[in-house]
């Protein structure tokens, strides 16, 4: 974030969140490196490794950037949604599903050999989570245009017949002229 002088400003709690993703991401290339390793290593005689670390960092970095970009674009559909709810229970709900989707990590499949179709997996699902709310959103916004139609339709018309009528190009009949005054009309 940048303050009005150009100085960026990063808060200690997004700080420390950044570092114990650094930790997590270090974690799981750990496990799947020394679950890899000893599979591909055959020649016992060399001391190099055979799995290339910094290649495999740099894929659970990019494929982390790919995730928390689905999630900021799935949180941004239901703060779009939140913005136009009126209700304070469903404002309530709305809330917790962002904050529950912010806190979201992927579930990676440790009995697998790599970790990057567990993040594939979950970044399918943000995108595909997102499609479906943004066609919810889609969906709400033609109803409530066809319903404002049909009130706007309504009303004009209300207001057609009280000008007509404060112009006295129609009047009102008691019950028993109304049966003559019909028959005045058919013929």
Known sequence: MTDDYGVNVMYDSALADMQTLE????????FFINKIEPITDTDMRNILPTVDRQR???????????YQNQKLQLALS??????????GLEQQRLIQIIIDLM?????????????????????????TQG??????????????AKVN???R????????LIYEQMDNKWQ???NDDVADEKEKRRV
């Open 131 to 144: 499609k479906l709310v943004r066609e919810f959103i889609n969906l709400q916004m033609i109803t409530e």
């Open 56 to 66: 495999m960092l740099t894929e659970i970095i990019e494929l982390e950037e790919g």
């Open 172 to 174: 009102y009949y008691g």
């Open 153 to 160: 339709e309504y009303l004009e018309k209300t207001y057609r």
């Open 149 to 151: 139609s049909g009130v």
């Open 78 to 87: 239901y703060m779009e949604c939140y913005q136009h709810v009126c209700d």
């Open 23 to 30: 930790v997590e991401l270090i974690k799981i290339c750990s």
């Open 103 to 127: 806190a979201k990590r992927p579930r990676i499949n440790f009995n697998a050999n790599h970790f990057r179709d567990s993040y594939r997996t979950e970044t399918e699902l943000f995108k």
